[in-house]
């Protein structure tokens, strides 16, 4: 059941990150919402939390274009790749979520603005302790079976030992 839960998080995650990463990138879904995600990274990059520390800020048309392409290639891995790189790409996306957080509660924008991305670091992060469950349940699984086997081998050691006696 848990990594049925962990596939359906996975693959309605990654497509909603495909989604918005092309939102982003393109405007040939909604013209209105490229302009409208043009202009929220332009007062994104004026609040980049990094800028205090290193005195670097990113324009923001590369921060907008790298911020939605990492979305996409995320989503695409969450959708597509099976294995370990599903995990990686999901720390990923709670650090770009909690960035996203940051930045609205840094314009104070207000909850209503922040709203989508606290959904999605949400569901990152039970899809984070599913996945954590799962791989818990299974090495349990796998330290009983061994614990099993090693006390089925000593039994028919010892039963042989008792028959060559």
């Known amino acids: 059941m ?9 693959l309605t995650l990654g497509i909603f990150f495909i989604f918005i990463g092309t939102l982003k990138l393109s405007p040939s879904i909604n013209d209105e919402l490229y302009r409208q995600m043009r202009r929220s990274f332009i007062k994104s990059a004026n609040v980049f939390p990094l800028w205090k520390l290193t005195g670097w800020r990113p ?15 995320c989503g695409v891995i969450l959708v597509a790749i099976p294995g370990p790189l599903k995990d990686v790409v999901n720390v990923v996306m709670l650090l770009m979520m909690l960035l996203d957080v940051y930045t609205h509660w840094a314009l104070d924008e207000g909850l209503d603005k922040m709203s989508l991305s606290i959904v999605f670091l949400l569901l990152l992060t039970c899809r984070l302790i599913v996945y954590l469950q799962v791989k818990l349940r299974n090495m349990e699984e796998a330290k009983d079976e061994k614990k099993n086997k090693m006390e089925e ?13």
């Open 2 to 10: 848990a990594s049925f839960v962990l596939r359906v998080l996975s």
């Open 59 to 73: 324009s923001p048309h590369m921060y907008r274009k790298m911020f939605g392409g990492t979305e996409i290639i």
């Open 153 to 165: 081998t000593a039994a028919k050691t010892a039963t042989q030992v008792k028959k060559d006696q």
